[in-house]
């Protein structure tokens, strides 16, 4: 029980005597929740008040309010991040016709926040398989209600089902001017049609969509980045109608890029800097790495695509010894100096795949496999529910006024738009004028 101490002169004496003492008192996790409970309790409270207050003046034939509070609801357990609160929720007796009271602080029927949703497909992908979620979050949450392994059977089910439907949505009416594409191995090991257990690759893309927001463009399951699995991914996108891109950024996986090629020919390509730099440094020995890292950063920081060249030079002079690691640069400048010809306010998003890789930085690669059961849709359905929850705080791209010029076709040269020249306009409406006449 929470105990009310009141702060008399012996009792202050004490305290300050022998240090806070504090005894058969609630912990701190408890008092977080104690917390929690009272502060949910006063905004349930607080809205009820208001939507009374709204609707003061709705009266019936006697004079009678028709919106009035109608007690409380039977008390129910919600899991928060908090821990597991005990809520009742108060009720509003509304007698108007098609009128009802629903809290938006606590709808009808929740029992869980949606940031206990959102954890479950980040727990699922760092390694944890559904038997091992009760116990694993028993202690954070103060209790396992609700998640148990076969109330995250259903909730997989149903990620599974809304997967499906968006993955199956129209795209003639959207429009990514950039897309980046990028193959996720997560390190979670889920049988195939086969039975090969194969750790789950995912072949994502993400999309920038005029008004410079990013979006989520597709999520599904891969072999291994191949060319026929980013195949099938592009040519659905486009016979559901996604139009092609300016520009795609990508790491330097061949399947991808082979891909793009047959499906949209007229799309430019920037290769990722940050897995050129692993590239390059993989085939470095380690002293060399500070150095390398330096000059490579000279490369893609440079103002203008002409220093840039020039600090390729510099990169390969420099390291003479190792002309496989500067030719993994200097024989692929084309596809890693592409930026350049877009806006400079955009050159920061467009050298790498960080608005893929961010999301999932803490489950590529490091985290340990999954001996659970499992399947590869429900590893798929919630590494889609992750990338869903991570979109709403993805924020614009810089200089996002700037991308209809982009699609409208502007010409950008070391980051400036141009300005067409009154000669080269004239010369253009003579040439149009003679194509008429002819």
């Not at 309790?41 to 509070?69: I, K, N, P, Q």
């Not at 076969?150 to 997967?163: D, F, I, Y």
């Amino acid at each position: 029980m929470l105990r009310v101490v009141h702060d008399t002169d012996e009792n202050l004496d004490a305290a300050a005597d022998d240090g806070p003492v504090v005894e058969g008192g609630p912990d701190l996790d408890e008092l977080c929740r104690l917390a929690a409970r009272q502060m949910i309790a006063t905004a349930l409270e607080a809205e009820r008040r208001t939507y009374l207050e709204e609707h003061a003046g709705h009266t019936d034939a006697t004079g009678a309010r028709m919106v009035v509070g109608n007690g409380y609801a039977n008390e129910r357990t919600i899991t928060t991040a908090a821990g597991a609160v005990e809520v009742r929720a108060p009720r509003v007796d509304d007698r108007r016709d098609g009128e009802r009271f629903i809290s938006s602080i606590l709808p009808p029927y929740m029992r869980k926040s949606p940031k206990v949703t959102e954890v479950l497909p980040i727990l699922y992908l760092r390694g944890l398989s559904t038997g091992d979620f009760a116990p694993a979050l028993a202690g954070f949450f103060g209790s396992d209600a609700g998640l148990s392994a076969s109330t995250v059977n259903r909730l997989t089910t149903a990620w599974q089902a809304e997967h499906a439907d968006w993955s199956k949505r129209d795209l003639s009416a959207l429009d990514y001017v950039y897309i980046w594409a990028d193959g996720i191995h997560v390190n979670v090991r889920l049988p195939d049609a086969e039975g090969n257990a194969d750790r789950l690759c995912l072949l994502v893309i993400v999309g920038v969509r005029p008004d410079g927001h990013k979006e989520l463009v597709a999520v599904t399951d891969g072999h291994r980045e191949g060319t026929e699995s980013w195949l099938d991914v592009l040519r659905d996108l486009r016979d559901r109608g996604m139009a092609a891109p300016e520009l795609a950024v990508g790491d330097g996986a061949l399947g991808f890029w082979s891909a793009l090629r047959q499906v949209s020919p007229t799309t430019r390509t920037q290769k990722c800097w940050v897995h050129k730099t692993a590239n390059v440094l993989g085939a470095l020995p380690k002293r060399a790495h500070p150095e390398a890292k330096d000059r490579l950063k000279a490369i893609y920081t440079a103002a203008t695509r002409a220093k840039a060249i020039d600090a390729t030079a510099e990169l390969v002079a420099a390291f003479p010894a190792f002309p496989k690691a500067t030719a993994k640069v200097a024989d692929d400048l084309d596809n890693l100096l592409a930026f350049y010809d877009f806006p400079e306010e955009h050159w920061k998003h467009l050298r790498t795949t960080n608005a893929i890789e961010s999301s999932f930085a803490t489950v590529r690669l490091r985290q340990r496999t999954t001996k659970g059961p499992g399947s590869r849709q429900a590893g798929i359905a919630m590494a889609y529910k992750l990338l869903d929850a991570a979109e709403d705080r993805w924020r614009r791209i810089n200089g996002h006024e700037l991308v209809p010029l982009v699609r409208a076709g502007a010409t950008f040269i070391n980051g400036k738009q141009q300005e067409r020249s009154e000669d080269h306009t004239e010369q253009d409406d003579e040439s149009t004028t003679k194509e008429c006449a002819a």
